[in-house]
């Protein structure tokens, strides 16, 4: 089983638009998570963590839920700027210094 | 935010040959920094860690002889790609991992993309 599993997409959705994409890891003993935006041939750059009571920046809204193993990423009034793929990540637990990363998943903003 | 350089950006090369990356945190010290692989539409495989002053930490099924990493300094961690061959062709990226305000976080850098023809 993967360390991080996501929905690959794609996901195509009209300006405007609020998307979620969720991400379930399987290391119980994981403590770190993030969401990370990769653009096409380019390194991964960190968006946000997350947070246990979940957080927000901006637009984008962060949930962990523990008990499910569960992580979602929800971005409201999508711009077409925010085309890219977003990563899901999770630490090694156990005071690992490792990072799982999902395949990610693929979002194309609409005109 | 932090700031890691890869140098070079891009290198094709011939089969047989090895390849040197350098990795570069340039406003801060990174005691730890790690080497990732990205096959096209794969997700970024860890291939190991390297820690100032010590051998690096290979992840299982990387060939540490064939993958050399030195991390000689507190900026500076370095990967050559011995002897490489066609099936090494990949995107080579590393992260500096850097502690601010008690958290880890790790910063990447540009990536190099390798071709060995």
């Known amino acids: 089983r993967k360390e991080v599993e996501q929905d690959p997409g794609p996901f195509n959705v009209p300006e405007g638009a609020t998307v979620a994409f969720n991400c379930t890891y399987s290391?119980?003993?994981?403590?770190?998570f993030f969401w990370y935006r990769q653009d096409c041939r380019k390194e991964p750059k960190l968006l946000m963590s997350?947070?246990?009571s979940g957080n927000e920046d901006g637009r984008f809204t962060a949930q962990l839920n523990r008990a499910s193993q569960y992580i979602s990423l929800l971005i409201r009034d999508s711009k077409l700027s925010d085309s890219a793929t977003y990563l899901c990540?999770?630490?090694?637990?156990?005071?690992?210094?490792?990072?799982?990363f999902g395949t990610g998943t693929r979002l194309t903003v609409i005109p | 935010g932090a700031v890691v350089s890869q140098h070079p950006s891009r290198v094709i090369c011939k089969s047989g040959t090895s390849v040197k990356i350098e990795c570069r945190s340039l406003?801060?010290?990174?005691?730890?920094m790690f080497w990732y692989r990205q096959f096209p539409k794969k997700s970024l495989m860890l291939m190991a860690t390297s820690n100032e002053g010590s051998k690096a930490t290979y992840e299982q099924g990387v060939e540490k002889d064939k993958f050399l990493i030195n991390h000689a300094s507190l900026t500076l961690s370095t990967l050559t790609v011995t002897s490489a061959h066609p099936e090494d062709s990949s995107f080579y990226i590393c992260?500096?991992?850097?502690?601010?305000?008690?958290?880890?976080?790790?910063?990447f850098g540009p990536g190099t993309r390798l071709t060995v023809l």
């Open positions: 990540v999770v630490n090694g637990g156990g005071g690992a210094n490792n990072l799982f």
């Open positions: 406003d801060f010290q990174a005691t730890t």
């Open positions: 997350v947070y246990s």
């Open positions: 290391n119980s003993a994981s403590q770190s």
């Open positions: 992260s500096a991992r850097a502690e601010t305000g008690g958290t880890d976080t790790q910063y």
